[in-house]
């Protein structure tokens, strides 16, 4: 039953000559008189109606009916539209507990455990212009981003935008993660954004494996509660010291975790250094994070390059960082996933010599031979292993 | 307005009016179906025994000027965009009129711009009856809101030359403004402080009006070096101390979009053109200023110089991308229209490979033929296409005027044409049902490119042939159509647009393609 005493004005979203597809909503809720809906819009000409018929539909599902609702919309797509309402009735203390649904998009295939991520985009969760045009620029997977990108008086409103993208935005081949927040806020997210099945989740400031387990649990939680079967990767975020001497103990908490990654902003922060391009102080932290991935059969993804403008810069982290052993990194621009999947990608020579010495090695089992070799070398069992993952790589990216 | 408005259907649907200020006009009859006669209108004979011998044309100011040229009531005063948004002439002239207590002029300026916006308290007072040129911000809103005594007339710059050259418009008194000049007329644009490159747009105006003064702020003594206007057709020369902003007149670099959405899309025209085959040896292309354009060409010259191909002649609006290819060896030529950066005026003042054209040279479409048509691809813009590839440039999709229409109709002439759009603004899909506005036939415009993929038109089957087998994502247009009306939730509103015509949209040969419509 709702109570007038905790029923308040509210608003919700962002409006005005530089905001873009995004709108702002504010609420007053009133004892009676019905609804009152006022609407300024950018594309009333085109949509007037049918935002102010969306507008009565959620306000319907919520079981709102007395209140006064003004919009100044900027052009948002109708997803957000729904989100912003929500968040604007849920704040204001109004709503029966009900979601506002967008019209689904059908989902992506599930991911695999193993499936290329190389690159993958951070989208700050409040900014909706990003997401509709995210996935044509075709990285490995999106982020829609809970955490640092958000402020933390905007936590609900990312959250229900977040869980309206992950069921009405198309976002191709990608796939879709979640950044959620730091335990326990995270918790809250969890259960927001599950239901909409995106195929993983980062959990950032991770340094015990018992925070990975939590999240294990709620997210098996969810999944039997709204009868999901697909896989719903983890892949933990080290930022610390302790996170990162905790490493391996991490990469093991569940079986759903499918890389370990690190935050290298927070790293240095945490080690009291000044973050380089070189990133020597970072070198031990994440060699050591390759480590303790390898040894438990799982990813290594690097953090991400700052500097949006230096592409060559950024060409030589991805260089370096994939010779360290990783096999990927975070990507802040659209204009970042071409050069990282470069400098992610074999060279052809590394190619032409791994398709030799796997030849070489299906020779030597079809006749029999215990020794592998390749002219005059022998070739030791580990080079042949390290050839087969390569070979198998190149073909995933159409190469072999 | 007294005129009786009389409207027709013209061969592309449009209701047209069949009188526009007063004179009758030729609905559209499709492409290539007008055949004009006749001869050409020219200016009335002149002795040089009118004219000093000395060579010496200069009178003290504009007002003198414009008296001693026999200005009166009713007259056609021409203008022109080469200063673009910089221009401080045009106003000067018409400002110069006012005073001399003349009432009911038409402008007839090859473009106006939104510092020119002044002109609505000229027509306000009944100096300026009303503007036949593009219009948009401030002017274009008081001739969308019916506020103008005359009808809009929109024409490309091949359109506005064929207007003047066919007598359809018979300029009075052209004011040129010049960049340098001597006393005895001859003007050019690619030096002085105000330099801006070529002066194409007021050649028809120099050598078919009545009267010619040309202004400058960079007088030299005969000979003016090079001269793009030729004396011997100006009657009066002015000295001021400024014809323009300089700020306004080039930019002084321009810049790359860095939308990741937009250069996708000027990747594809690019990769588009490497596929089909269009980018070999000798070809030719046209890409303009803006965001997408840029993109573009700065894509196909990595692609040219890793295939070692090479252009015979590119087609600009030059840039400082343009510069670049002609000093890399890429191109043999610029064929100039208008010079949009620094880099661009630089180079046309001192490259000789670098050549200023006209809209006769160019765009012309009632001459023995133009550049246009022999350009083997063109990358251009639009507000609107429609799923049979007209498209819209003139309107907002609400009918409000937005911008001329420039070049961009001559330019559907190319071999390949490609409209380079995003396939949404906001929530306003620019893939539609209908255009609002017609300015170009679906017929002339083969590919549009969209961040969504890229449609090619049914019409065009070599082009859909010569991609086959591409990596790029070819679509039908009505596929993009589709998803982005899902993505915008559902099929936009049309515009309600009122019944009474406020401007009128002339195809390249002077019939009429559509109108544009009273929005209050």
């Not at chain 1, 759903?256 to 902003?265: F, H, K, Q, Y």
């Not at chain 2, 030729?26 to 492409?31: F, I, Q, S, T």
Request: aromatic share 6%; hydrophobic share 40%.
């Amino acid at each position: 039953m709702s109570s007038l005493l905790h029923e308040r004005p509210a608003e919700a979203g962002h409006y005005g000559k530089d905001i873009r597809s995004d709108l702002h909503v504010a609420i007053e809720p009133r004892p009676s008189g019905g609804l009152e809906i006022g609407l300024e819009s950018r594309v009333g000409l085109y949509y007037g109606d049918s935002i102010l018929g969306q507008t009565r539909n959620v306000l319907e599902i919520l079981g709102v009916k007395h209140a006064k609702i003004s919009i100044h919309d900027e052009g948002a797509l109708p997803f957000v539209i729904s989100a912003r309402i929500e968040t604007a009735i849920r704040r204001a203390g109004l709503g029966n507990g009900q979601k506002a649904l967008p019209e689904p998009f059908p989902l992506p295939a599930p991911s695999a455990r193993d499936r290329l991520r190389r690159s993958r985009l951070y989208l700050p969760g409040t900014e909706p212009k990003y997401f509709i045009n995210a996935g044509l620029h075709e990285p490995d997977a999106i982020i829609l981003d809970l955490e640092d990108s958000v402020h933390h008086a905007e936590k609900d409103a990312a959250r229900i935008l977040v869980r309206n993208t992950l069921r009405a935005v198309d976002f191709g081949a990608c796939e879709r993660m979640v950044r959620i927040n730091q335990l326990p806020l995270g918790l809250q997210d969890l259960g927001e954004v599950i239901p909409e099945v995106p195929d993983l989740i980062l959990i950032p400031k991770v340094e015990k494996p018992e925070q990975v387990a939590e999240v294990d649990r709620r997210i098996t939680e969810l999944k039997v509660a709204h009868k999901l079967d697909r896989p719903i990767w983890i892949m933990p975020i080290l930022e610390s010291a302790l996170g990162i001497e905790n490493a391996f103990a991490i990469a093991l908490a569940s079986s759903n975790v499918c890389a370990l990654t690190i935050g290298i902003e927070d790293y240095t922060a945490d080690l009291g250094v000044v973050k380089t391009t070189e990133g020597r102080e970072s070198a031990y932290a994440r060699t050591r994070i390759v480590n303790a991935a390898k040894a438990a059969g799982l990813q290594a993804i690097d953090s991400v390059f700052g500097d949006v403008a230096d592409l060559d810069g950024l060409r030589r982290w991805g260089e370096s960082s994939r010779a360290l052993g990783f096999e990927g990194m975070g990507c802040i621009h659209p204009l970042q996933i071409r050069v990282i999947h470069e400098a992610f990608a074999p060279s052809q020579t590394e190619i032409d010599k791994a398709l030799k010495i796997v030849a070489a090695f299906e020779d030597a089992q079809q006749k029999g031979l215990g020794v592998v070799s390749l002219g005059s070398k022998m070739i030791d069992p580990p080079v042949v292993e390290r050839a087969r993952k390569l070979v198998a790589r190149a073909k995933q990216l159409g190469r072999a | 307005m007294t005129e009786k408005l009389e409207l027709a259907q013209n061969a592309a649907g449009r209701m047209v009016p069949t009188i526009v200020n007063g004179k009758p006009q030729v609905p559209y009859l499709g492409v290539g179906q007008y055949h004009p006669h006749g001869q050409k209108a020219a200016p009335p004979v002149r002795s040089s025994n009118e004219y000093p011998e000395n060579g010496d044309k200069r009178v003290p100011d504009l007002e003198t000027a414009l008296r001693n040229c026999g200005l009166r009531d009713g007259m056609v005063i021409s203008n022109h965009h080469h200063l673009r948004d910089g221009d401080r002439v045009a106003l000067m002239a018409l400002e110069a009129a006012a005073k001399l207590g003349v009432k009911d002029l038409l402008w007839f300026p090859s473009a106006s711009f939104p510092s020119q916006k002044d002109a609505i308290e000229l027509m306000q007072s009944g100096v300026i009856h009303h503007i036949e040129g593009s219009m948009n911000g401030p002017l274009g809103d008081y001739c969308t809101q019916g506020k103008m005594r005359g009808l809009g007339v929109l024409r490309s710059h091949g359109g506005r030359w064929q207007a003047i050259q066919d007598g359809e418009v018979h300029i009075d008194i052209a004011v040129i403004a010049a960049p340098t000049a001597d006393p005895f007329g001859n003007a050019d644009g690619s030096h002085g402080k105000s330099a801006c490159g070529s002066l194409g747009f007021a050649l028809a105006d120099s050598t078919y009006a009545d009267h010619v003064i040309v202004v400058t702020d960079n007088l030299v003594p005969f000979p003016c070096i090079p001269w793009q206007i030729q004396g011997n057709n100006v009657d009066y020369v002015v000295e001021v101390n400024s014809i323009g902003d300089p700020a306004k007149i080039v930019s002084g670099t321009t810049q790359i979009t860095r939308s990741p959405d937009r250069l996708r899309i000027a990747q594809f025209v690019a990769q588009f053109l490497r596929d089909a085959g269009i980018m070999r040896d000798g070809f030719s292309f046209q890409a303009g200023a803006g965001g997408i354009a840029l993109a573009f060409v700065d894509y196909l010259r990595r692609m040219m110089k890793e295939d070692g191909v090479k252009a015979r002649f590119v087609r600009g609006g030059s840039t400082k991308f343009l510069v670049e290819l002609l000093q890399d060896g890429l191109t043999d030529y610029i064929l100039d229209g208008q010079t949009f950066d620094l880099d661009g005026v630089k180079s046309i003042a001192s490259d000789p490979r670098h050549v200023a054209t006209s809209p006769f040279t160019s765009y012309n479409y009632h001459g023995k033929g133009n550049f246009a048509s022999m350009v083997d691809a063109v990358v251009l813009g639009a507000t609107e296409v429609d799923v049979n590839f007209n498209a819209n440039v003139v309107t907002h999709s609400d009918g409000r005027l937005l911008h001329g229409i420039g070049g961009w109709q001559n330019c559907l002439a190319a071999g390949c044409t490609i409209l380079a759009l995003p396939s949404f603004r906001d929530r306003i899909p620019v893939i539609v049902d209908q255009v609002t506005t017609l300015t170009g036939p679906g017929e002339l415009i083969d590919v549009v490119a969209t961040e969504r993929g890229i449609a090619i038109n049914p019409r065009r089957q070599d082009l859909l042939d010569a991609v086959n087998g591409s990596k790029l994502p070819i679509r039908p247009i009505e596929d993009i159509n589709a998803e982005v009306e899902r993505i915008c939730g559902g099929k936009p509103a049309r515009p309600k647009l009122g019944n009474r015509p406020v401007a009128i949209v002339k195809w390249v040969d002077g019939t009429v393609l559509d109108a544009v419509w009273q929005v209050t």
